[in-house]
């Protein structure tokens, strides 16, 4: 059946009526914080959550022992994520910077719920001062309300498809927690079977040629990767012949070697995969290590649970190479190298594949998610575009 066809059946000759929001909804904004009833912790007393801007769990601001809005309604962010849409069920107490949409006519609220999240990126916000959203900015915003039967069904569908987003979402969560569970355990051992080595017992620290800004390119032939597009796209470019000219001269990972970054998010780590590419100075380091003592994919699992050492403080964090060479490594069965690189190989062997089932983009559970919220998208679309009439 096509798209077409389908809501032709669906609507079966009905005209669906445009409104304002404001003729479908009384629109409230968020008041003052409670400050005389305000706990920071659900308490028997205090058990109203009170909202804020935010999305899911980061709009709770505390709680208190009075609702403002006690009938199910829709709240929208007004400022920060601004547009974020959320169906509230419970009783609530909205505060600044949050506008609630509560039904005045009979309507199914999720059926408004999904057609507010559809135009969440929409709306025309001045960006003179303060960006944020208004109740007279968002009340003569059209909204089509076909019959209460076909709202249930468009419900339905709908529903079908954030669950079955909610279930892989679910499947995900728990399988990096057994990930983490196994890599942890897996990486701990007894005493006797280990011996913890500083980084710098175990290789050298390496990093590549500096290359000035003048010298790249927005376009160009051979990727340069910045502290802020390491493990993502390139946004700079060097000549070929600058790029063979510092890999002959100068430091460049071997394949399989795990480039470290050395600020912003300190300690992400990327296997490099041998592709023509450069990378910056003193931001993005390696251990150059010798693969008979420690493998390299065994250092990258290290690495995830490594404590770089990195203290808190108004200066900007940097992990400096004196620091990165006193990182401890766990090696296993030191004494024994045959034994100890067979070990490793198996820890490896076992995290390699929780790897792949939790962050490939194409065998993993991510890319099911990333296809069925495109899917759901397209359909929730589809299915509230209505025609207006002139």
């Known amino acids: 059946m096509s798209d077409l066809s389908f809501m032709e059946k669906l609507l079966d ?23 005389d009833s305000l706990s920071s912790i659900e308490t028997e007393e205090f ?4 909202l804020s801007n935010g999305i899911e769990n980061k709009s709770l601001y505390g709680w208190t022992n009075k609702a403002k809005i006690n009938k199910p309604s829709l709240t929208i962010s007004a400022r920060g994520t601004i547009g974020w849409t959320s169906f509230q069920d ?9 506008i609630v949409l509560t039904p005045k006519i009979k309507l199914n609220l999720k059926y408004a719920y999904y057609y507010m999240k559809a135009i969440e990126n929409n709306y025309n916000v001045p960006q003179n001062g303060i960006p944020q ?13 076909p019959p209460l039967n076909i709202q249930s069904e468009i419900v339905r569908i709908l529903d079908n498809f954030t669950e079955l987003t909610a279930e892989l979402t679910a499947e995900l969560t728990a399988r990096k927690k057994q990930y983490t569970y196994y890599r942890d355990k897996l990486l701990t051992f007894e005493d006797g079977e280990v011996e913890f080595k500083l980084l710098g017992e175990v290789g050298e620290v390496r990093m590549c040629k500096r290359i000035l800004k003048e010298q790249t390119l927005p376009d160009g032939e ?18 070929r012949k600058l790029f063979e000219e510092y890999k002959a001269k100068y430091n460049y990972p071997k394949i399989g070697e795990i480039l ?10 990327v296997i490099f995969d041998g592709k023509d590419s450069y990378f910056q100075d003193s ?5 150059e290590n010798d693969e008979k003592m420690v493998l390299n994919n065994y250092l990258f699992y290290c690495y995830q649970i490594a404590n770089w050492g990195i203290s808190e403080g108004g200066t900007i964090q940097r992990l400096y190479n004196d620091g990165l060479r006193k990182l401890k490594i766990p090696i296993p069965y030191p004494n024994d190298s045959i034994k100890s690189l067979k070990e490793q190989e198996r820890i490896v062997a076992i995290l390699d594949k929780f790897d792949t089932l ?20 397209y359909y929730r679309d589809f299915l509230l575009t209505f025609p207006k009439k002139d």
């Open 13 to 35: 000759g009905v005209d669906v009526e445009w409104r304002t929001l404001v003729d479908v909804f009384d629109i409230i904004a968020g008041g003052d914080v409670p400050k």
């Open 47 to 50: 058990n109203i959550p009170i």
């Open 90 to 98: 419970k009783p609530f107490f909205p505060i600044v910077r949050l």
């Open 133 to 145: 959203l208004t109740k007279p900015m968002i009340k003569d915003i059209g909204i089509p309300i």
């Open 222 to 239: 051979v990727p340069f990767y910045k502290i802020g597009t390491f493990g993502k796209e390139p946004d700079a470019y060097i000549p």
């Open 260 to 269: 470290i970054s050395a600020s912003g998010t300190i300690g992400r780590t």
């Open 283 to 287: 931001n993005i380091v390696w251990i």
């Open 358 to 377: 939790t962050n490939s983009i194409i065998d993993g559970l991510p890319k099911e998610i990333e296809l069925r919220t495109k899917q759901y998208e």
